[in-house]
Each structure stands twice: as C-alpha cells, then as structure tokens.
C-alpha cells in the first residue's frame, strides 16, 4: 500500500520496528510473492514491481514474474480451502461479461445503491422531487464609593424638579397653549405627563430589584435587558442628556439677552433678524458652558448646595406666578397690546394712524427716509383697516378660558392675527412691516415634541445614584414625588393661562408686542424679576444637573467595558470626579449650543428620552411576565399592563413627534447593538432579554416538536466530533473553522468531545476539556455550543452523544468527524473501530455525516481562495452534495471559487441525456455550476488493482494473526523468538524498501500528473539487471527465513476475493478520474461508501484501505454520507 505524505504531515507518529517490555511487539511483515496468473489483455506479461507497504509502520517487497488471470472466468478465492477472512460470506460468482457497468465499475457503491440509487437512474425525475448567576469574578453590585452621600431630597427630588421646572415652564408654556389651544394643550401636557408617570414607576420597580449602583438608569436597563440593549440605550440617554444640558444652556441665554438685557447682543437688533439672536445664543452659550463644567469639576455637593438656591428661585417663581394670577383675576392695564386690524404688532409708543406717528412711519415709509403725506400712498392693509390697544392680560374673570380652548396651528411665515381669515394671517407677498411673523411651521406633533423634554427630569436623580446613601428608597420616592409635583403644576398652570392671558400675547413666543417682555413674568407677583431671576436661575440649575450626570453615565458605561474604545473614560480623579467623561460631555454639549434654536433641539431629546423610557418599560413589562426568580422588588405598585401602556405611549409620542427621527434613533441604537455584540466584551447579567430568549426558545422547541423540518428550512445543523490530544486540546482545530465556513454564522453548532475514564475520577479533566473547545471555538469565530463526555468506551460515549445530543427539534442533523490519519500504523482495530462504528451510528440516527480528509490543508476563514469546487456525485443522497458547496461559498473563504458537478455514467448510459437533465435540474434549483458527465468505460480489472488488493489482504491476515497470538497471550519466551525472527528480516526490509513503489508508477505515471496535487514519494533511477539479480537472491534468501515462522505461511496461499478485487477495481478507476479532472481543484466532495455491514476486523480495515485509494493524490477531500432525507428542492 501507498504511504502517502499527506499521513506524514498530519500524523507526525513513528512506529517503532522492535519491541520493548513495556510495549507489544510490531511485526513487519514478510516478503510475499504473488501468485502466479495469466494476464490479461491490458495487463503487461512480465512486470517487476515495488510498493510502499504503509501498514505497522514497515515495508514490504513484491518482486516477480506476475502473470494475472483473465477475470471473465469465475473465481473462488481461498486459504487452505476456507475463504479468506477479508473476503464476504457469499463472494459473487457471476461472469464478468454478464454483469453491468455499474456492477463492475461502481462494486464500491453496490451497497449505498440498495437505498441511494444511482444518478442515472433517477436524473430525469429529480427536477421534481419534493422535497445564570454572575460569576466570582465579577459581581454587579460592586457601588462605586461616593463621595457625597445625598437623600432622597438633595439627591433626587430636586435634581428631578430642577430638570423638569427648567426652560420649558417658563419660555414655552405661555405659546404652546396659546398655539395648541386650551383642550389641546391639556391633552400634550397630560399625555407627556402620564408617559413619564408610567416610566417613573417602572423604573422604581426596576430600582428596588436590587443595589443600583453608578450610572442609575443605564443600570437598570442593562441589567435588565442585557449589555447590549443596555449599551445601546445607555449612550442614547448620555447623549440625550448631554445635549438636554445645551438645551438648557441656550434657554439660559434667551431669558438673558431677549428678556433681562437685550444691550448685551453683539450683532445688533435681534428683533429685526432673527439670525442676530442664534449667533447671540451660540457665543453666550459656549461661554457658560465651560463656565458650568468648571464648576462641576469642583464636585457634586458643591452643586447639590447650587441646587437648593436654585429650587429655592423655582418654587419661589411658582408661587409668585400664582400669586400673580388671582392678584390680577380681573386683568391688568399694565401691558398694552398694539393691533392693525387683526394683526399683532410689536411694541410702538404711539399705537395710532396719526400722521407721523410710529406706525405711519412705518407703513406709510418711502425711499431716502421719507414717508407719504395721503393715506393712500401707505400699505394696503394699513389703509384698509383700523389700529386698537388690547389688554395683554385679561384675567380670570373675564371669560376668556372659553375662547383659548380652540388651537391656531400656523405655518413659518404667516401672521399672528385674531381671525382665520387668510386676508388677514397671510402676508400676500407684501412687506409685514412690525408684525408678529410665525418663525416655526406648528402643528399637535410639533408642540408635543417640544414640550416632552420639560418632562425628561425624572431620571436626573437616577443617574447620580452612586451619590445617593440608599438609591433603592430614594429614587422611587423622590422621582414619583417630583413626576406628581410636576405634573399638577403643568396642568394646572396651563388652564389658568388659558384664563388669563389674551390669545394673541400666548402666541407670540419671544414677547415683542409687550416690549419683549416675558409673559409669565408679566403677571407674576410682587413684580417680573422674580420670575426672571428664578428661572435663569433654574434652567442654569437644570444644565448643571445635566452636566453633573452624563460624565457618570458615561462612566458606568465605560466601566462595564462593553465599548472596548470608552474604557479610557472609566478613571476618575483624585476627588472622585469623572474629569474625562466630564470633557467629553463639554465638546459633545457644544455641538448642541453651535444649533442656537431650542425648538430644534426639543425634538432631537425628545426622541433620545422617548427611547430610553420605552425601553425601561419593557424591561419591566418582561421581568413580570416572565417571573424571573431574581424579580423581587420592594416597590409593589407595579402592573405589566401599566408598563405596555406606558411603552405603547413612548413609541406613539415617537412617531407622533416625528417619524424620521424617530426612526433615526432607531437606527443609532441598532448600530450601537451591532457594536456592543461584535466588539463589546461579554457580560452575563442576568437579564430579561436572557428570559425572554429562554421563554421563546422553549415555545420554539415545542413547535419544532410537531415535526420534522420542511425540505425548505433544512440547513445543516452540525455536531463536530474533535479528538482531544494528551493536553485536552481539540487536535485538528480546522474542524471548527471549516464548520464555520458551512453555515455562514447560521444554525446550530456542537463541539463534542469524549474523554476516556470515569466521570467521578474526570471531572477536572471534562471542565480544562470544555474550557479548551470553546476557546478553539472563539479562536475559529464559531458561534455554537460545547460539552464533553466521559466514558469508559470511547465508541459508547460518541454513540450517546450522538442520540442525546440537542434538545426537542433543535437537533443536530449533521456530524463531522475527521479521519483517522494513523490507522495504517497501528496494528491496534481500536485505530479505525471508532472511526466505523461512528459512521454506523450517524447512519443509524438518519444524520447526515461529513468527513473532511486533508484537514490541517483547508484554507482557514481569513484567507480567500479561488478555483474550483468539484461534486463527484456518484449516488444520490438526498442532494446534499449540492447543498454544501453553495453553502461554502456563502463563505468570503470559497466566495471566488466556482462549482462543477461531475457525475459517472457507464456505456448503457446515455450520457448526452444526463448531461442535459442535470443543467435542466440545476437551472431549477439557481444553482450555477458547471456539468460534466464522465463516461467510466468497461475496462478488465487491471494487474495494479489485483496487487493492491492482494497486499490489503495480506496486511489484513498478518494483523489477524497479531491479534490471536495476543489473546493467546504467548509467553514471554514465544514472543521473544518471534521478535528475533522480525528483528533478522529488518535489515532486508530496509533494502528493499525503496524498490516498492514502481507499482504506484505504473499506475500513475510521473510526468502524467507533474500538475497535480498528487504526494507521493521521490522516484528512485531504474535498476539495472544486476540489482534486479540481487533483489531476486534476496527473495529467495527472505523466503527461506519466512519458513522459519509457521505464522506467515499462510500468507502465501492467500488469493485475493473477487468481491475486495472489484470493490478496488471501483476505488482505483474513480480516483483515476477524479485525479485527472480534479487534480487542481480547491475542493472535491464525493460520496462516502457505506460501511461493511459485518464488525469484522478484517472487512473494516479493507473498507479503510478502498476509502484510501478512493482519495489518493487529493490534497482537500470532503467525503458525504447523507442523512436519507431530501435537503434541497426546486420549489420556493
């Protein structure tokens, strides 16, 4: 037999040709010379031959005169009158001449064909065949010690008041009722309120389920929903945070130079442009902010004492407002308002039509500063109608509530006016002189989207949980407390200005036809700075909550190290302060200041909160459903249905706000996901979403229960077989990537692995064996499960595995299992028993088995290759064959290589046919391959597969005799005088042993395939006469000394068996073949013989020895074994 490289390279094992006392004896084999035969047609008369005999480690020589019989004469094969024990119990005793091409040529096979049919005889009908706990070492309730430990005071009801009292209350309010109307107003208000009150109780659920360390909110969610979500989400809300505090900045800004002192604007008048007011708002704001960061580098008390003077100016403010309200029920002459008609104007000193007067200078203006002297040169509307003052403040006595209650949504550029007369709200391309003009185009979900950031300040104080002395009773008192607090507030300050204030003065935003005066300072009591001075105040105290809780969001996030590259933002200083993330958090609050208007960066938050509070609802929505055994929180006022109520709210908002940003959002948070699940470092946190994916995997296995898997939805589901070296390290790790190259990141994936021992004695060894695959998993990025078994019998253990392995339907379908490098140098069955008794075993379990041969050659997942793929479809499987290199090549590896199919045909065949019904049954399929039908012609059994096959049967009885005279168990005596005898054949063994491969060269002739992958040894020069006279006396000389040993004399009466001559006669021709056509490939798949029904040494190691030949001179062998069910259909 051939020692093919291929064995060298990957089973480095030297076999030792002498024995010791502590290791059996290993026989060489003797010389043998074959029997004496006529030849054939094709078969030369006289050929001196040398081979390679790879069994034990050894080598034998074969010299002379081979006259071969003619096969079309019948044969009984036999030993001493028996039939060899290689041979089949009922060897076929019919001519040649009368058998058919498949029964000559395909004998291998003969076997599969009883149950896999040919693909002759089936092709023209296969176009239509239907086919957890954390761990030690890390610990989630580790708190990060504080450094100011705050109440439920100081550390979150007025980090929540301050928040949601803060630019919105006091600059926005006024015109959302006035633009929305009172019963719209009522109806934003209540519905952004009872979407915060539902998240506010979700989230004290969520918060008395355990410690809550730093970084509160992000917390609860990650470990609620896994690190993923958790991330996601968490860096939403940082970022909405983050930009909340510009938010608040530019308010600040706004109050500053629109409301307290209009001088300060370096640009000029902003009443006239409103850019001039933007670029006011960027240059103060950029100045207060790091003014804002200095002062939270200097720590959180300082800014929790910050905090009470500023709650102090906000609940000062409040009550000043409503004081302001009922002193003035019945209205106030203080503010005047100036009308042309319908039309708001600003403020004019003289509000009349008088010649001269402000307005007439105004409307009645001409060029070089001049004005008309007749009405009738001044603007149209000027002319047309009429100017009045009107009280700005009305008072609640006056009736007015029930005139405000309708909305006045307005597009960008029309007129604030008293009527919806178009005449009188549109401009008609005119001059609108010093009307009030709409800057924003307004509607329900607009003025929804603006104000739902005032209501984004519940989670002010969760995130500074890691300052609070108990989080878990702190935060739902104080952010339930200040969400109710809130809330009555709005709601009830929105109806008393929709009582009090005229219509016309609620809807003009920056105040301009009272001076530029404030609206809610205008009625405030005992007089308008104090509402001015409270809520700057306030909205500064606002962005310094903002400001303090991002860079400790942030560090929570960084800590947890899901986000490899924020890891850096994790160290604090000296004091304990998040200085990096606090920077960050500055150059990310600037790019929010650099947009200058607060109407377009209320949406934006919107849709960052919305997401976030969404998703803390769900949260726990799933750890009530599920009943989580870990889901015990203190807070018991809490209902599943009140969280999808509340996320029902968030996602409605969302889309109602603006359905593009809300699906922008979505987008970021899936990319973060992505992010977090590819390059964030793994976490078990116990989760919901852990949960939930149990719960679902259970429905799933109780469906796929129901039945076997549609032909449509097979794919292979793969238990991988990995032998273990002495260091419990899976031997052949190619296995795993060539796993992962199949199924392209898609289905079930098992490593297996079956330790020899006893599970009490071995537990040690199965936890490093476990440990060891999934780190070769992890290596091969190949997503999956892995487990080992102990067994006392390595075969028992795999056959366990294999009909245990899985859970419900979600089983494994198919096995890969490598090839047994060393069986020829072990003279040991156990070397290929296992191997067989594997492949019995998947047969038996209706599983589809894979047996890649020349592994450590596959290519491995970060190299590409081009080429081909070749199919060598002898029977029909089920169409595996074809399924698997499509699957390869969804791969990046075996993405450039190309497919061929080639199928056998023989000459009753009509080749032409086949080749036209298999392109017609892969067009159906979309499969895009190359055909090909290879014609194996009728051809006499040639001398080179009767010396194979007669060497293979000797090698066979010698290891049988091995193994008897081990049962025998020989005495030490015996076995001595046999290892003498081995030991006096060596040395002319070892001369003859280069003479043996001139069987191989005939047969595969040197410069035929100089091309090919073929690995065979050197040749050696030709041998002349006198070295042919010498190795002819050293036969002689050697078969004198076999004599000697009554053991091997039967060898020499050995005649091979008709059924293993054809059976290699099937081996020898195919792999002619496949050589030839596919010597250059990058990959040959071809169907796998079945194995011998009989467990008979002898039977099993010929099949072992026919599947070598089958291979021989391929680098990269993938041989199939189907499941015995159909894989692949035409149909959709």
């Not at 043998?32 to 035969?37: D, S």
């Not at 100011?148 to 980090?159: I, S, Y």
């Not at 998993?777 to 499960?785: A, D, I, P, R, T």
């Amino acid at each position: 037999m051939m020692n093919h490289i291929l064995d060298d390279k990957l089973e480095a094992e030297s076999v030792p040709l002498t024995t010791s006392a502590s290791s059996p004896p290993v026989i060489t084999p003797p010389v043998i010379t074959p029997p004496t035969v006529t030849p054939s047609n094709n078969a030369s008369p006289a050929i001196s031959r040398r081979y390679v005999f790879g069994a034990l480690g050894g080598s034998c020589s074969v010299d002379g005169v081979a006259n071969f019989t003619d096969w079309s004469s019948p044969i009984t094969p036999t030993m001493n009158g028996q039939p060899p024990d290689g041979a089949d119990d009922k060897p076929f005793m019919v001519d040649m001449k009368e058998m058919s091409g498949y029964e000559k040529n395909l004998y291998l096979y003969s076997e599969e064909m009883a149950d896999r049919p040919r693909v002759s005889m089936m092709i023209n009908s296969l176009a239509n065949y239907n086919a957890t706990i954390p761990s030690a070492e890390e610990n989630d309730s580790k708190p990060t010690k504080p450094v100011a430990k705050l109440g439920t005071l100081m550390g979150v009801f007025l980090p929540c008041i301050q928040n949601i009292f803060g630019v919105i209350l006091f600059i926005r309010m006024p015109w959302i009722v006035g633009t929305a109307g009172g019963a719209f107003a009522f109806t934003i208000v209540l519905m952004c309120c009872c979407t915060t009150f539902l998240t506010g109780i979700s989230m004290s659920a969520i918060a008395t389920n355990g410690v809550v360390p730093a970084g509160g909110s992000y917390f609860m969610i990650s470990r609620s929903l896994g690190p993923e979500f958790g991330g996601a989400v968490g860096i939403l809300f940082y970022t909405a945070t983050t930009v909340a505090a510009a938010m608040y900045i530019i308010g600040a800004v706004e109050i500053l130079l629109t409301y307290m002192a209009p001088v300060l604007s370096i640009f000029g008048d902003f009443t006239k442009d409103p850019s001039i007011m933007y670029n006011n708002f960027r240059v103060y704001g950029t100045v207060l902010l790091w003014m804002m960061c200095t002062i939270v580098s200097i720590g959180v008390a300082f800014v929790s004492k910050f905090a009470a003077i500023a709650l102090a100016c906000v609940i000062g403010s409040i009550i000043a407002i409503l004081v302001g309200i009922f002193t003035n029920i019945n209205g106030t002459d203080k503010l005047q308002m100036c009308v042309l008609g319908a039309r708001l104007l600003t403020q004019v000193d003289n509000c009349t039509k008088e010649y001269g007067g402000d307005l007439w200078q105004i409307y009645c203006a001409k060029e070089n500063n001049t004005f008309a002297q007749n009405i009738t040169e001044c603007d149209p509307y000027f002319q047309a109608h009429n100017v009045s003052e009107r009280r700005a403040i009305v008072g609640l006595a006056s009736g007015a509530f029930t005139s405000n209650l309708g909305s006045h949504f307005m597009e960008q550029g029309q007129i604030v006016s008293d009527t919806d007369n178009p005449d009188d709200y549109e401009s008609l391309n005119n001059p609108t002189y010093n009307q009030i003009v709409i800057d924003i185009t307004t509607s329900f979900t607009v003025l929804v989207g603006i104000f739902f950031p005032s209501c984004t300040g519940i989670m002010a104080g969760s995130n500074r949980s890691g300052d609070l002395a108990d989080a878990q009773k702190s935060i739902p008192i104080g952010t339930l407390a200040a969400i109710v607090t809130t809330s009555f507030v709005y709601l009830s300050y929105l109806l008393l200005f929709a009582g009090s204030y005229d219509l016309l003065l609620m809807r003009d935003k920056f105040g301009y036809s009272v001076g530029g005066k404030l609206a809610i300072a205008a009625i405030s009591w005992p007089n308008e700075w104090v509402i001015l001075v409270g809520s700057l105040l306030s909205t500064i105290g606002a962005g310094l909550q903002s400001l303090t809780g991002a860079p400790r969001l942030m560090q929570a996030i960084s800590k947890d190290g899901i986000i490899p590259f924020l890891v850096p933002f994790a160290k604090s200083s000296a004091r304990g302060e998040p200085l990096r993330a606090l920077l960050m958090t500055g150059c990310i609050c600037q790019f929010g200041i650099l947009i200058g208007n607060l109407d377009y960066i209320a949406p934006i938050l919107s849709m960052f909160f919305l997401m976030c509070y969404g998703f803390v609802n769900l949260a726990c929505a799933l750890q009530t459903l599920l009943r989580t055994p870990n889901w015990r929180p203190r807070f018991k006022y809490y209902h599943w249905s009140l969280s999808f109520v509340g996320l029902s709210l968030c996602i409605t908002v969302m889309f109602m706000t603006s359905w593009y940003y809300a699906l922008l959002a979505m987008l970021i948070a899936g990319i973060i996901y992505k992010y977090i699940e590819f390059r964030g470092a793994e976490k078990e946190w116990g989760d919901g979403i852990r949960g939930l994916a149990l719960s679902a995997a259970r429905y799933s296995l109780l469906r796929l229960e129901e039945g076997p898997p549609h032909t449509k939805n097979w794919r292979p589901q793969i238990l991988i077989l990995a032998k273990l070296t002495k260091d419990l390290v899976p031997k052949y790790k190619k296995l795993f990537t060539f796993a992962s190259q199949l199924k392209a990141g898609k289905g079930l994936t098992i490593g297996v692995s079956v330790i020899d021992g006893e599970y009490s004695k071995s537990y040690g060894e199965s936890h490093a064996a476990k440990q060891s695959l999934r780190r070769a998993m992890n290596e091969e990025k190949v997503k999956g499960f892995v487990d080992t078994l102990i067994a006392k019998n390595i075969t028992e253990g795999i056959s366990h595995i294999i009909q245990t392995c899985g859970l419900g339907g979600m089983k494994p379908n198919t096995v890969i299992l490598g090839w047994p490098y060393g069986w020829r140098h072990s003279p040991d069955e156990r070397s290929w028993r296992v191997f067989l008794d594997t492949v019995r075993n998947v047969s038996a379990a209706k599983m589809a088995l894979l047996v890649p041969k020349g592994i450590n050659f596959y290519p491995d997942s970060m190299s590409k290759v081009s080429g081909t793929i070749d199919i060598w479809w002898i029977v029909h499987d089920g169409g595996l064959l074809m399924l698997l290199p499509f699957l390869l090549r969804q791969h990046k590896v075996w993405k450039n290589c190309k497919m061929r199919i080639f199928t056998v045909a023989q000459l009753e065949d009509n080749s032409i046919q086949m080749k036209k019904d298999l392109k017609t049954f892969l067009y159906h399929l979309r499969i895009d391959a190359e055909v090909d039908v290879v014609e194996l012609m009728d051809s006499d059994i040639q001398t080179y597969t009767y010396e194979r096959t007669l060497m293979m049967e000797q090698r066979t009885q010698m290891l049988k005799e091995l193994r008897l005279n081990r049962k025998e168990k020989l005495n030490i005596s015996e076995l001595g005088f046999e290892a003498a005898n081995i030991e006096d054949k060596l040395p002319l063994i070892e001369s003859n042993s280069l003479r043996v491969q001139a069987i191989v060269d005939h047969h595969h002739p040197t410069g035929e395939h100089s091309a090919s992958k073929v690995r065979f040894k050197e040749d050696e020069p030709a041998l002349d006469s006198d070295a042919e006279a010498e190795m002819s006396g050293a036969s002689e000389d050697t078969e004198k000394k076999t004599s000697k040993n009554e053991s091997f004399k039967k060898l020499l009466t050995i005649k091979p068996d008709e059924a293993n001559v054809r059976r290699m006669h099937t081996a020898v021709k195919l792999n002619e073949v496949i050589v030839n056509k596919s010597h250059n490939a990058q990959l040959v798949i071809i169907n796998l013989p079945g194995p011998p029904k009989t467990s008979r040494p002898e039977s099993e190691s010929n099949y072992m020895e026919f599947l070598e030949v089958l291979t021989e001179g391929l680098e990269r062998v993938l041989m199939v074994r189907g499941g015995g069910r159909e894989v692949i259909t035409i149909y959709s």
